[in-house]
């Protein structure tokens, strides 16, 4: 099935997380302890899937991975920098430049056209316009959307939306991509062929991919399968 299985510690990995804790405080006042110690790393080119029950911490440990939430305790690194100690402008640089996200759910901003979506990332990040358009047209072609360059996403199909979000989340080169569910909103053929784009942009671009999901068909793609279950990641039997 994947590469190898045991990473060891290399200075510089794309993504790192060192005990990692998140709790939250209930309505009731009280703490509810979400991740409990959680140790990651994400080597070059590989491809990690987490699965677990609905509610056991996934979106969660996601989200404080890609620095868009921060931890109670414990360290996250990308590329050796922690994020932790970063400031936010400095955290939502990091965040737009080495890191993709791609979620169940689009969000593709509807009054914009699929190319203004993709160039907008780039935008943020500092790219005059015109090369922020040819960055997105060369992506967009990429996902197999040239001639849906000037569609707003009403125009689009679901896959189509979804290929979108996959061609913004590229468009600044990062070195890891995070997604949640990417497929999660689509039928089968449609997922599988979104799949398919995700396993070949990575070797073309040469990424490391960490996707939370319930889907079995991609989980088994994956290099590792890790199992969030009482705060933690455990080996998967099958993984």
Same mark, same amino acid.
């Given at each position: ?18 005990? +990692? ?22 080597? %070059?080119?590989?491809? *990690? ?10 979106? !969660?440990?996601?989200?404080i991975l890609g620095g868009l939430d ?5 360290? *996250? ?6 994020? !932790? ?8 640089? $990091? ?22 979506? $993709? ?23 990429? *996902? ?19 290929? *979108?979000? +996959? ?8 070195? $890891? ?23 070949e942009l990575q070797e073309r671009v040469?990424?490391?991919?960490? $996707? ?11 290099? %590792? ?15």
């Amino acid at each position: 099935m994947g590469k190898s299985s045991i990473i060891t510690e290399v200075p510089g990995l794309p993504l790192e997380a060192r005990c +990692v804790h998140k709790s939250f405080k209930g309505g009731d006042g009280s703490e509810l302890q979400v991740l409990t110690g959680v140790d990651l790393r994400l080597a %070059r080119n590989e491809t *990690v899937a987490v699965t677990g029950a609905s509610g056991a911490g996934k979106s !969660t440990l996601l989200h404080i991975l890609g620095g868009l939430d921060r931890p109670t305790e414990g360290e *996250v690194f990308v590329e050796g920098t922690s994020l !932790t100690g970063l400031e936010d402008e400095a955290l939502a640089a $990091v965040r737009n430049r080495r890191i993709g996200f791609v979620f169940q759910f689009h969000h593709l901003l509807r009054e914009f056209t699929a190319i203004e979506n $993709v160039m907008m990332p780039a935008l943020i990040a500092g790219l005059e316009e015109h090369e922020a358009r040819t960055k997105a047209e060369h992506i967009l072609a990429d *996902v197999g959307l040239s001639e849906r360059l000037r569609h707003k996403p009403s125009a689009l199909s679901g896959g189509e939306q979804q290929r *979108v979000a +996959v061609a913004r989340s590229l468009v600044n080169d990062p070195v $890891v991509l995070l997604a949640d569910e990417p497929s999660g909103n689509l039928d089968a053929d449609t997922s599988t062929a979104l799949h398919d784009l995700l396993f070949e942009l990575q070797e073309r671009v040469s990424l490391s991919i960490l $996707v939370v999901t319930h889907n079995l068909d991609l989980a088994s793609r994956a290099d %590792r399968i890790l199992v969030m279950e009482k705060g933690g990641l455990q080996r998967d039997a099958m993984g």
